[in-house]
């Protein structure tokens, strides 16, 4: 374990670091850049697909148990579509979340050729990770799943199959709204149903026979609770975490901040980029279908970490 002194001159020499990286690896940045993020880690993808199952299941009760045998026409329209659209707006933070390079440093990074090139003085300490073999910046983190250092990674998150770091920490925060707000707009309108169908005597709420409605809406409001509270909280959590500039591995090990913090308002711009528009929350903003494809087509190590 290093004494705090150690600690303190690695963390002063990483911001000469970071005055150096952006010049001196800009081509391995740039590399990075144009290769598609997926970590291949089993129970990641497992956790991946079933948030995507959940929340189909969702849509389906949804649409199928409670709205199409409405007939309140209006009723149906107006909360299918609003469903709907949570819903897509909901998995395509997923997806950003998932597919983003959270922030890696380039792996093995830390060679005699990269080092000549910082041109440090006699007597300066960086520091270098000794499990992908490169020069962590100032709070970077390694991932024992991504099997990389993150930029300000605040956790890996197996529900996203990432980390959550400097670049897709805005995707997450978008996540975690969408589905606390689709879960809320459930949970609504599971009581709306039920006292419909109480009311009707379970006659005609439903296509389906009033066993298979009652275990299809106690599932779906058990879902949409479990998911509501949790991604409350986690929203929570971020947003906070973000408005005091610290990660949530900097607050568990109590770090004392070392570099100038962006609190509140500046913090929020920082992470979601300028003034607070519709931008802000919309998981689609600076999405390039081709950009993409052409990742795709070069594959490259990042798409298997």
């Known amino acids: 374990m290093q004494s705090p002194g150690h600690r303190f001159r690695d963390v002063e020499h990483h911001l000469l670091l970071a005055e150096n990286d952006s010049n001196d690896s800009s081509s391995?940045?740039?590399?990075?850049?144009?290769r598609v993020w997926f970590i291949r880690d089993g129970c990641g993808m497992v956790c991946a697909i079933m948030t995507w199952l959940l929340v189909v299941y969702a849509d389906l009760v949804v649409t199928f148990v409670m709205l199409?045998?409405?007939?309140?026409?209006?009723y149906s329209v107006i909360n299918g579509?609003?469903?709907?659209?949570?819903?897509?707006?909901?998995l395509s933070s997923h997806l950003r979340t998932?597919?983003?390079?959270?922030?890696?440093?380039p792996k093995g990074n830390a060679t005699k050729e990269y080092m000549d090139n910082l041109q440090l003085k006699p007597g300066e300490v960086i520091y270098k990770c000794p499990k992908c073999r490169s020069i962590k910046p100032e709070r970077a983190h390694h991932c024992s799943i991504c099997k990389r250092c993150i930029r300000k990674m605040d956790h890996?998150?197996?529900?996203?199959?990432n980390c959550v770091g400097e670049k897709n920490q805005r995707f997450f925060v978008l996540f975690t709204m969408y589905i606390a707000l689709i879960s809320a707009h459930a949970l609504i309108l599971c009581g709306f149903q039920f006292f419909s169908c109480?009311?009707?005597?379970?006659?005609?709420?439903?296509?389906?026979?009033?066993?298979?409605?009652?275990?299809?809406?106690?599932?779906?409001?058990?879902?949409?609770?479990?998911?509501?509270?949790?991604t409350a909280v986690m929203f929570g959590t971020q947003i906070q975490s973000i408005c005091n500039d610290e990660t949530e591995i900097e607050r568990l090990k109590s770090e004392?901040?070392?570099?100038?913090r962006r609190l509140r308002w500046?913090?929020?711009?920082?992470?979601f980029g300028g003034q607070p528009s519709l931008l802000w929350i919309n998981p689609f903003a600076g999405f390039q279908i081709r950009r993409l494809l052409q990742r795709a087509k070069k594959g490259g190590p990042e798409f298997s970490v």
């Not at 500046?266 to 992470?271: A, D, H, I, L, T």
């Open 28 to 34: 391995s940045e740039a590399d990075m850049a144009e």
């Open 68 to 74: 199409l045998p409405s007939k309140d026409f209006w």
């Open 81 to 90: 579509i609003l469903f709907n659209c949570l819903a897509v707006l909901a």
């Open 98 to 105: 998932m597919l983003t390079d959270p922030g890696a440093v």
């Open 156 to 161: 890996h998150c197996p529900w996203v199959n």
């Open 198 to 230: 109480v009311q009707g005597q379970w006659t005609e709420c439903s296509d389906f026979s009033p066993p298979v409605t009652v275990i299809l809406m106690i599932i779906l409001f058990l879902e949409g609770f479990l998911f509501l509270t949790f």
């Open 256 to 260: 004392k901040p070392t570099w100038e």
């Open 266 to 271: 500046e913090g929020m711009k920082s992470v």
